[in-house]
């Protein structure tokens, strides 16, 4: 149901470097998650795959299509949720929502924007103004769910959600998995990555440090020992290293 590919990808803002010469794939019925610190470039890589913008070099797939350059019948099979999206103020949730998905032929049915709104516990009459930080986080999560996707790309989708909620998510992600479908995720919960991801890729100031299941990237960390060490100490024993 889709595949994407990250081959040597690279990207510069002048003498920054967000990414370097990263590569990976991402295979249907797989959650593949990105870690890394605050600034690692995970963002960017997000913004990449997604085709909001373009590598300075190497190259981002989906299926065959360069995601710079999406024909409209792949991107409409793909569901985007960003980090802090700005929405307009004045329109309620249910009309955003219908907004959304009038944009896709055939559209979802009315049930699956019900199922999304209960999902992420929002009200389709609320204005999106009178929304807190977490309730637009959810809002850009049930905008990507709403057209039931064969390839999700979630920029921390679990962020300002309460326990409940975040489980909520949890199942709809293993739901898509089952599914055979592909999510790519990026989390800075190390729980939420050892419940829910296969493979993992930890990035550091645009590097890729490491890439493997939990239990791969576990016995990766020297000094860290195999029966008995998390997947959050494994994380931070390996950026400590990368460290200057």
């Known amino acids: 149901m889709g595949r994407i590919l990250v081959r040597d990808l690279c990207k510069r803002y002048r003498d920054v470097i967000a990414l370097d010469c990263i590569t990976f794939e991402v295979e249907g019925g797989e959650v593949f998650g990105l870690l890394g610190p605050n600034g690692a470039g995970?963002?960017?890589?997000?913004?990449?795959v997604a085709g909001l913008r373009r590598p300075t070099s190497g190259e981002a797939r989906i299926d065959n299509h360069q995601t710079s350059d999406l024909p409209p019948r792949v991107r409409a099979r793909i569901g985007l949720q960003l980090q802090y999206p700005y929405f307009e103020p004045k329109i309620r949730?249910?009309?955003?929502?219908?907004?959304?998905?009038?944009?896709?032929?055939?559209?979802?049915?009315?049930?699956?924007?019900?199922?999304?709104l209960e999902t992420t516990g929002l009200s389709p009459k609320?204005?999106?103004?009178?929304?807190?930080?977490?309730?637009?986080?959810?809002?850009?999560?049930?905008?990507?769910?709403?057209?039931d996707a064969e390839i999700l790309i979630l920029d921390e989708p679990t962020l300002g959600l309460d326990p409940q909620g975040r489980r909520r998510i949890w199942e709809v992600i293993r739901s898509h998995r089952r599914d055979g479908r592909v999510v790519l995720l990026t989390t800075n919960y190390m729980e939420e990555a050892q419940a829910l991801c296969d493979r993992i890729a930890i990035i550091h100031r645009g590097r890729l440090l490491a890439l493997g299941s939990p239990s791969e990237i576990i016995s990766q960390a020297k000094?860290?020992?195999?029966?008995?060490?998390t997947l959050e100490e494994a994380f931070l024993e390996i950026t400590r290293r990368s460290s200057p």
């Open 126 to 147: 609320t204005l999106v103004e009178r929304l807190s930080t977490g309730q637009r986080q959810r809002l850009a999560l049930a905008l990507a769910l709403a057209t």
């Open 223 to 229: 000094g860290a020992s195999k029966d008995h060490a």
């Open 42 to 48: 995970k963002t960017t890589m997000v913004e990449v």
């Open 93 to 116: 949730v249910g009309e955003l929502l219908d907004v959304h998905t009038a944009y896709y032929d055939p559209g979802p049915p009315r049930e699956q924007i019900e199922r999304v």
